[in-house]
C-alpha cells in the first residue's frame, strides 16, 4: 500500500490535465494576490505564477516537455487574446486616429532603440554571436521573436527567454517609471509599455488604464512588424 500515492503520482503526472489544473490554479492564486495589493507592479500574477511552478516541476522532478503537454492549451488561447484587443480598439478608434502620427514616430524610434540597445550592449559584454543574435527580437510577442530569431540562425528557445524576462521586468517597471517621470497621458504610458514589453506590458497596461491598454496593444502589434523588418537590418550593420 506505500506505493500507492507514489502510483497515483506517476499516473497524474502523465495526465495533460493536471498541469493544465495546476498552471490555472497557481495563476488564480497569483492573481489573487495582486488584486490585494492594488496591482502593486511588484505583485506581478505571471511572475510569481512562473517561479511557483518552476519549482514545483523541479521538487517533482517534472520536464517541460510534460508540462507543457498540459499547459499547451493555455498557450494556443494567446492567439484569440490577442486578436480580442480588436474590441477594445473599435470602441476608442477616435482616440486611436487623433494620434497617428505621434505614435508612428514614437514606433520607429522605441523599436530602433530596443533593438540596438541590445545588441550593443550585449556584443560590449563579450556575449556569443548566437545569444547577440536570439537578444536582438526581445521586445515583440514570442510568437514573431522566436520566428525571428529562427531565421537568423540563433536559438529561439533563448529568445523566448529573453522575451519573457523583458515583459515581466517592463510590466514591473513601467508604472512607477512613468509616475516618476511626471507622464500622465495615459496614450503615452500604454503605447510605451506595449511596444517595450509586448503582451505582458499590454495586460499590466489593461489593469492601469483602458485607454492605456488600448494604445499597448496597438504598440505591441505594430512593433511586431517592425521588429521583423529592421532586426535582419540591424544585425547586418551590427553585429560582428
Known amino acids: 500500500m506505500s506505493g500507492a500515492p507514489f502510483a497515483l503520482w506517476v499516473y497524474l503526472s502523465q495526465t495533460p490535465l493536471l498541469w493544465l489544473t495546476v498552471t490555472l490554479l497557481v495563476y488564480a492564486l497569483t492573481d489573487a494576490v495582486s488584486q490585494a495589493t492594488?496591482?502593486?507592479?511588484?505583485?506581478?500574477?505571471?511572475l510569481h505564477a512562473m517561479w511557483i511552478i518552476a519549482a514545483f516541476l523541479m521538487l517533482t522532478g517534472t520536464s517541460y516537455t510534460t508540462y507543457f503537454g498540459g499547459a499547451q492549451f493555455v498557450h494556443f488561447l494567446l492567439g484569440p487574446a490577442t486578436v480580442a484587443l480588436a474590441v477594445p480598439l473599435y470602441e476608442n478608434r477616435k482616440v486611436v486616429a487623433a494620434?497617428?502620427?505621434?505614435?508612428?514616430?514614437?514606433?520607429?524610434a522605441g523599436c530602433a532603440t530596443a533593438i540596438v540597445s541590445v545588441v550593443v550592449l550585449a556584443q560590449a559584454a563579450g556575449l556569443p554571436r548566437t545569444v547577440v543574435l536570439s537578444l536582438a527580437p526581445k521586445s515583440v510577442t514570442a510568437g514573431v521573436a522566436m520566428g525571428v530569431s529562427?531565421?537568423?540562425?540563433?536559438?529561439?528557445?533563448?529568445?523566448?527567454?529573453?522575451?519573457?524576462?523583458?515583459?515581466i521586468?517592463?510590466?514591473i517597471i513601467v508604472t512607477p517609471l512613468m509616475n516618476r517621470m511626471g507622464i500622465t497621458d495615459f496614450r503615452a504610458r500604454g503605447f510605451a509599455a506595449g511596444l517595450a514589453s509586448h503582451g505582458i506590458g499590454t495586460?499590466?497596461?489593461?489593469?492601469?488604464?483602458?485607454?492605456?491598454?488600448?494604445?499597448a496593444g496597438i504598440a505591441m502589434s505594430?512593433?511586431?512588424?517592425?521588429?521583423?523588418?529592421?532586426?535582419?537590418?540591424?544585425?547586418?550593420?551590427?553585429?560582428?
Not at 38 to 46: E, K, S, T
Not at 99 to 105: D, E, F, G, H, Q
Not at 150 to 167: N, R
Not at 225 to 240: A, E, H, K
Open 38 to 46: 492594488q496591482r502593486n507592479p511588484l505583485a506581478n500574477p505571471v
Open 203 to 215: 495586460a499590466r497596461a489593461f489593469q492601469v488604464d483602458a485607454v492605456a491598454g488600448v494604445f
Open 222 to 240: 505594430l512593433n511586431a512588424l517592425v521588429t521583423s523588418l529592421l532586426v535582419p537590418l540591424t544585425v547586418t550593420l551590427l553585429v560582428r
Open 169 to 171: 521586468m517592463g510590466a
Open 99 to 108: 494620434a497617428v502620427l505621434p505614435m508612428l514616430a514614437a514606433l520607429v
Open 150 to 167: 529562427e531565421s537568423l540562425g540563433a536559438d529561439p528557445s533563448l529568445t523566448a527567454v529573453a522575451v519573457v524576462f523583458t515583459g
